[in-house]
């Protein structure tokens, strides 16, 4: 059975703080994805990686960086947490070959910034 | 710029009949990829059915159809038979072509199934 896990369901931190999302699949997948869900505006790319230390810019990159040292591992990285950064995270991954692989989703993060 | 429109916020469904949840695409590519997914109130997405520009039939997967217009930039999505469990947020997503398979996801339909 796939699966895409997130090392958090529920995440409370204070403005200015560094946080770290982790993201892990089993299925060997060389694509990886970042996105966050806020009502009314659906799921927004935030970054994504191709392979191993590989990354692009998604839609709304600002305020976040990545890391994919391993091909199993996507971590999102919250420099300094601001309260517009409170949001639901979703992680992703897929095989790379063609436009018709969908994508698998990890159960999310809500993180709250206070 | 490409887009994908659901204009239908919330909809309600009696159990048992069917229902068309509405979405538009935005793309000048000529090779693109329609998606849909449920996310049920637990919050994790559930893949339902895939299209692609160039399929010449209509994707079905059990009760699930989609509505593909080409032509009009619509991939339109067709619960048959309503359940209970049908009850979730659904939303249609686009995956360009040469984009790393990207998904662009439109705003997203709460269904709510009546019994």
């Known amino acids: 059975d796939v699966k895409v896990t997130q090392s958090s369901r529920y995440l409370v931190k204070r403005t200015g703080e560094k946080v770290f999302l982790e993201c892990v699949q089993d299925?060997?997948?060389?694509?990886m994805f970042w996105y966050r869900q806020d009502p009314g505006l659906g799921l927004r790319l935030i970054y994504f990686?191709?392979?191993?230390?590989?990354?692009e810019k998604g839609d709304i990159p600002e305020g976040y960086s990545v890391s994919r040292e391993k091909k199993e591992r996507f971590s999102l990285i919250l420099e300094s947490a601001s309260t517009n950064q409170t949001s639901m995270y979703l992680c992703?991954?897929?095989?790379?070959?063609?436009?018709?692989?969908?994508?698998?989703f990890g159960p999310g993060t809500r993180l709250t910034v206070l | 710029a490409q887009k994908i429109t659901q204009t239908q916020p919330g909809m309600f469904v009696q159990e048992k009949e069917a229902v068309t949840l509405d979405c538009t695409y935005d793309?000048?590519?000529?090779?693109?990829?329609l998606f849909w997914y449920k996310q049920p109130s637990s919050g994790e997405m559930i893949f339902l059915i895939y299209q692609g520009s160039y399929d010449q039939q209509n994707a079905t997967e059990g009760r699930y159809s989609l509505n593909f217009q080409k032509a009009r930039k619509s991939a339109n999505l067709v619960i048959s038979a309503s359940q209970l469990g049908d009850s979730a947020m659904y939303f249609c997503a686009m995956s360009p072509n040469n984009q790393g398979g990207k998904l662009i996801f439109g705003q997203g339909t709460e269904l709510s199934v009546k019994p």
């Open positions: 793309t000048s590519d000529p090779s693109y990829g």
């Open positions: 992703a991954s897929r095989r790379t070959s063609g436009i018709y692989n969908e994508q698998f």
């Open positions: 990686s191709y392979d191993v230390k590989m990354k």
């Open positions: 299925m060997d997948h060389e694509n």
